[in-house]
């Protein structure tokens, strides 16, 4: 959120606490006036919409697993609930994903640097050279070099 935002939601809060607390008190003004009974009812009525509203701003668990819990103000958290097999499975197996890819990767990089070894190996064993050219200096650089 920026700053606007937040400034919009603090103005409208603060509104509406000045509205709530003047509805109190003109309400508790003509309570006064009415009789006994009515009085009795509308005290035992605003006990059970305080208790409602407590209800609804406490977090309450959404699904059955407890995965997801509303938070104040409207948010979605995970956690809370208990784990169970299946939920621990699933946050094993992505791991066992990845190294099973990194063993992949390893193995096809080790398999291709033999392949270019045995490439070179196989053009020195084939070519007629003279021994003087394995102990130049260049020899190693011009292998390496791709092939025109």
Do not use: C, K
Request: aromatic share 4%; glycine share 8%; no cysteine.
């Amino acid at each position: 959120m920026n700053r606007l935002d937040l400034n919009a939601s603090n103005q409208i809060g603060s509104l509406e606490s000045r509205l709530s607390a003047r509805l109190a008190a003109a309400l508790s003004e003509q309570a006064a006036t009415l009789p006994h009974d009515i009085g009795e009812r509308l005290r035992v009525m605003r006990e059970q919409a305080a208790v409602r509203a407590r209800e609804v701003r406490r977090p309450t668990v959404l699904s059955a697993a407890g995965a997801m819990q509303v938070a104040g103000g409207g948010t979605a958290t995970l956690g809370g609930g208990p784990a169970t097999w299946w939920m621990r499975l699933a946050n094993i197996v992505p791991l066992l994903i990845l190294a099973a890819g990194l063993f992949l990767v390893q193995s096809l990089t080790d398999r291709e640097q033999v392949l270019a070894a045995a490439d070179i190996d196989a053009v020195l064993l084939a070519d007629e050279l003279p021994p003087a050219a394995y102990s130049d200096p260049g020899f190693r650089e011009f292998l390496r070099s791709p092939p025109p």
